[in-house]
């Protein structure tokens, strides 16, 4: 099939609009519309940026629509239509920046590349899959957010931080390239366990046809999802050093007072902890909230997917170092303009300018140096 129609078609139902409604915005016939998902008309220059605007996408990832890659939940996540409608926005968003990041490994002439490592799950094996992972990301044994972010950017993980709507944790992409993003809505500890989880679909699930995962609050009953959940949970609470706890602290960890301790030890989320302690039968979910109790989130989310702006770092933890080094020596090179950065770093242009114009003042150090807002220094503001 024409890759131009099919996108237009994805686009069009993932966020949960008709072709009339779409006409109808347009001030055109719904046949014409028709035609274009069909491949037998093309829309004009016009037409193109008008589907565009009212899309919320680029004109030039409708028209490339190629490597548009189908990202795609696994069940009914969604049951308003605003819930839909951002949900689908998120998704193009998605799509689009990986098509983004085709262009920019294009235009600064590097082949793209995805992480090396991809493995088998097995149960029985689980123990020491997650400590292979460990070893070859050279990761502490207590693994943070901070950490696992920077031995990802070294292993050509592209890790994003957006605002995704509330029932959407995480989505990654493994093609040509690996891509993880995460919703940055949530607290430090949760993103951590979200970005295991992710990295778990890398690992493990995306061999390159069924290349995508979305992960939703909702399908935990996925086998892929379960998966990908207990694969996180060992990766961050080895069982072993689980089984150690619970012989030195035994019923102590029925008590707030041990949970709560066990979730400093590991320096996890609570949610994570229990999660752990139930697969010990420890505890049950009937018991969650004699523990802790979950923040309530926003029903729903309509903006889309989007980087969140008045970070002390004009990107913050937002963009990958791999893109924010490549789109700036693209623009000192005048290869780029402005507003192009700023498309495929989700940033405001104001944002971009600022930080470009001191790229430019420090010349090739600050190409070679940026601070990527992932590194930590002891004593220092990060």
Request: charged share 25%.
């Amino acid at each position: 099939m024409n890759s131009f129609p099919d996108n237009l078609t994805r686009v069009r139902e993932r966020l949960g609009m008709s072709q009339k409604a779409a006409a109808e915005r347009m001030g055109i016939s719904s046949s014409l519309v028709s035609k274009w998902e069909k491949g037998e008309r093309i829309p004009d220059e016009a037409q193109l940026w008008e589907l565009s605007r009212i899309y919320g996408v680029d004109p030039a990832f409708l028209r490339e629509g190629a490597r548009a890659v189908a990202f795609q939940p696994r069940s009914m996540a969604a049951k308003k239509s605003q819930e839909k409608q951002g949900l689908g926005s998120a998704l193009n968003d998605a799509a689009a920046q990986v098509h983004s990041l085709y262009r920019v490994w294009e235009l600064a002439g590097e082949m793209p590349q995805r992480l090396s490592l991809s493995l088998e799950y097995s149960e029985p094996r689980l123990e020491e899959l997650a400590d292979m992972v460990r070893r070859f990301l050279r990761l502490n044994d207590r693994v943070t957010y901070t950490e696992l972010c920077q031995a990802l950017a070294e292993n050509r993980v592209q890790v994003f931080e957006w605002k995704l709507p509330p029932k959407l944790s995480g989505l990654s992409h493994q093609r040509d390239f690996s891509v993880i993003f995460v919703n940055r809505n949530m607290p430090e500890k949760v993103k951590l366990f979200t970005l295991c989880h992710e990295l778990a679909h890398l690992l493990f699930h995306l061999r390159g046809v069924e290349d995508t995962a979305v992960s939703l609050m909702a399908t935990r009953n996925d086998p892929q999802e379960k998966e990908a959940n207990r694969f996180a949970a060992e990766l961050l609470m080895p069982m072993s050093k689980v089984e150690d706890l619970l012989r030195r602290q035994g019923a102590n960890l029925r008590t707030k007072s041990g949970f709560f301790a066990a979730v400093d030890h590991f320096g996890v989320s609570h949610g994570a902890m229990f999660y752990r302690l139930v697969q010990r039968n420890v505890v049950s979910y009937t018991e969650k909230s004699r523990f802790f109790t979950e923040v309530q989130r926003e029903e729903t989310e309509s903006e889309g997917a989007r980087v969140s702006e008045g970070d002390d770092h004009p990107f913050g933890d937002q963009v990958p170092p791999r893109l924010l080094e490549l789109t700036t020596e693209l623009w000192l090179a005048g290869k780029v303009s402005i507003g192009k950065v700023a498309g495929w770093c989700s940033a405001g242009r104001s944002t971009v300018e600022k930080y470009l114009s001191s790229a430019a003042e420090d010349g090739d150090e600050a190409v070679n140096d940026i601070d990527l807002g992932y590194a930590e220094v002891e004593g220092l503001a990060p």
